[in-house]
């Protein structure tokens, strides 16, 4: 299911829609939202942000800095993913980057569907913790239902020195049936210090973080591109 209908857009191309999902909040999925948002874009890839979180906070980035080089839009109900997404696909993107609600699981599963109908890859953004992967569960195989792309975990707030988190990836991959992507996200000050400026995470300085990011965008390149 494509947003313009497996046909090429007025610029030639077919968007990519990529989508961060997941039951459990506080995840991270916002975060990773901008922060690939900013790396396929620093590729001067045409990039949106569709904000289906009630947070809003990809919205709240956008506010903060206008000059980010990728747009943010709003989309509140499956009625506006679809139009907005629709008219982004037609338009000339490269990609569509879905930031979900996982309240959405409770009050709107329709919404959920159609995230993943639309997605080429869902990614599941989760800590490695038990109590966030059962949360997982139902809205995984809620996604496994839908789409046709790919599914995978992202793990994000990894401690690598921690045995605990070495540990929940197998077992979270064993949980929910899934892969995960190879690219971890750690937990780093980085993280959270480049909301305060909503900036590329290059500009803090941080080679491990930059280069943590650039893999993971890599991967995912790799991945909606049919090279696994």
Known sequence: MTLANGQNNKEGRVAKIISCVGAKGGTGKSSI???LAWELSN???????????VQGTCV???TLNSTLPFDVFTVGNKTQLWEKGKELAENGYDFLIIDGNPRSIHEDPALIELIAKLSDLSLIVSRPSPRDLKAQIKYVE???NATQGEIRILWNFFQRTTSAHKDGVPEGESLLGLKSLRTKVGLRIAYQDIGYEENHIASLGNKEAEKEVKAVAQEIRRLIDGKK
Not at 43 to 53: E, G, H, M, Q, R
């Open 142 to 144: 809620a996604v496994k």
């Open 43 to 53: 590729n001067k890839k045409k990039t949106a942000i569709l904000d289906a979180d």
């Open 33 to 35: 939202s901008l922060l």
């Open 60 to 62: 709240s980035a956008k």
